[in-house]
């Protein structure tokens, strides 16, 4: 008698390996939502963002828990286009303004027109060579500074800082 022999595989069809492909996706779907969890569960659940937005104001918190103050409120201004004294000269220049407290003043906003208008007295009262050496500009800051904290009624303004100066 012959033997019998084993019945041969059967072709695989199109459907086991679609099966397979669902298991992969399926495996690959869970393990990327577990990640996403475990990220979440150890940052607490807060975003990347939220994360260090509280860590910045923990640090503010420290500092000033330790006695170091914060950083003083800067206010920038438009450019101030102005003739000077000398006829056909021009100075244009970009003016930020330091405050002593870490905050700006509540009525500073509603003043910017007259804080705009007394710096632009100062500036235009000046001849190019008065305001081209290194001790002219020292002094233009120190008049810009008593201009606008007599406007402001008070002392506020520290520091002015001339972030862009072009005469011409």
Known sequence: MAKEEAPAEEP??????????IIIVV?????ALAGVGAFFALSGGKSAEEGVEEGE????????????????????LESFI???QVKGSFLKTTIHLE????????TVESEIPKVRDAIIRVLSSKGSAE??????KERLRDEVRDAVNQTL????????????????
Do not use: C, W
């Not at 495996?27 to 393990?31: A, I, M, P, Y």
């Not at 500092?63 to 170091?68: L, P, R």
């Not at 405050?99 to 509540?106: G, I, Q, V």
């Not at 800082?161 to 072009?166: G, L, V």
């Open 12 to 21: 695989k069809t199109g459907k086991d390996s679609k099966k397979m492909i």
């Open 27 to 31: 495996v690959v779907v869970v393990l």
């Open 57 to 76: 104001e923990e640090a503010v918190e420290s500092e000033e828990a330790e006695g170091h103050e914060a950083a003083p409120a800067v206010l920038p």
């Open 82 to 84: 102005v003739n000077l």
């Open 99 to 106: 405050f002593a407290e870490p905050e700006l003043p509540k």
């Open 131 to 136: 305001i081209l050496t290194v001790e002219g």
């Open 153 to 168: 009624g008070a002392e506020d303004v520290s520091r002015v800082y001339f972030t862009e100066f072009i005469i011409q």
